[in-house]
Antibody
Framework: QVQLVESGGGVVQPGRSLRLSCEAF????????YQWVRQAPGKGLEWVAF????????SHADTVKGRFTISRDNAKNTLFLQMNSLRVEDTARYYC???????????WGQGTTVTVSS | QSALTQPPSASGSPGQSVTISCTGT?????????VSWFQQHPGKAPKLLIY???RRPSGVPDRFSGSKSGNTASLTVSGLQDEDEADYYC??????????FGGGTKLTVL
């Protein structure tokens, strides 16, 4: 079954770290670029980061730059988001998405929830 | 990195057509071939409707169409159906280093 499955979310105190994972099933993970997109409770979608198909380029939103890092492990069919120095405003549901073309996010995971609270 | 501007709400009766706008700048929507539209039902992950401004992925009904003029992209939903009631988001590459989303439009089918 073609799907993306996120994991790694949870409740964490401000300033701590979390690493999100997104494992791919049913297709060739290495053939595509990926994005992380988040959605705070009751709010809209916010782009977090993207990584190119060959991993040669990655970029992060200004709101997370220097704190979050997107990476991929093609051997494990897995996308990662390392989140350091977490803030209350990072509280959101985090989705990973496969890019079928540039910015054509045709497959999304179910999301994983991150809550940053003291 | 300011969000793209969408109307917060839109509505139409079954069978009618509705158009949702997405306004940016020449640095994003106006200068990008990579504008997408997503549909999100409550509690669900977003679904891709349109990519590359006008292209529809397989499986998306041709009732959904995209266009762009200047710095404004548009999504038109024709022949409205009850199941079209959802939140709709536009997205655009901004240069080569970032992606922007619109604030979202809640579509109500009357």
């Amino acid at each position: 079954q073609v799907q993306l499955v996120e994991s790694g979310g949870g409740v964490v105190q401000p300033g701590r770290s979390l690493r999100l994972s997104c494992e791919a099933f049913g297709f060739t993970f290495s053939d595509h670029g990926y994005q992380w997109v988040r959605q705070a409770p009751g709010k809209g979608l916010e782009w977090v980061a993207f990584i190119w198909v060959d991993g040669s380029r990655e970029s992060h939103a200004d709101t997370v730059k220097g704190r979050f890092t997107i990476s991929r492990d093609n051997a494990k069919n897995t996308l990662f988001l390392q989140m350091n120095s977490l803030r209350v405003e990072d509280t959101a549901r985090y989705y990973c998405a496969k890019d079928m073309a540039i910015n054509g996010l045709d497959l999304w995971g179910q999301g994983t929830t991150v809550t940053v609270s003291s | 990195q300011s969000a793209l501007t969408q109307p917060p709400s839109a509505s139409g009766s079954p069978g009618q057509s509705v158009t949702i706008s997405c306004t940016g700048t020449s640095s994003d929507v106006g200068g990008s071939s990579y504008v997408s539209w997503f549909q999100q039902h409550p509690g669900k992950a977003p679904k891709l409707l349109i990519y590359a401004v006008t292209r529809r992925p397989s499986g998306v009904p041709d009732r959904f169409s995209g266009s762009k003029s200047g710095n404004t992209a548009s999504l038109t939903v024709s022949g409205l159906q009850d199941e079209d009631e959802a939140d709709y988001y536009c997205s655009s590459f901004a240069g080569t280093t970032s992606v922007l989303f619109g604030g979202g439009t809640k579509l109500t089918v009357l």
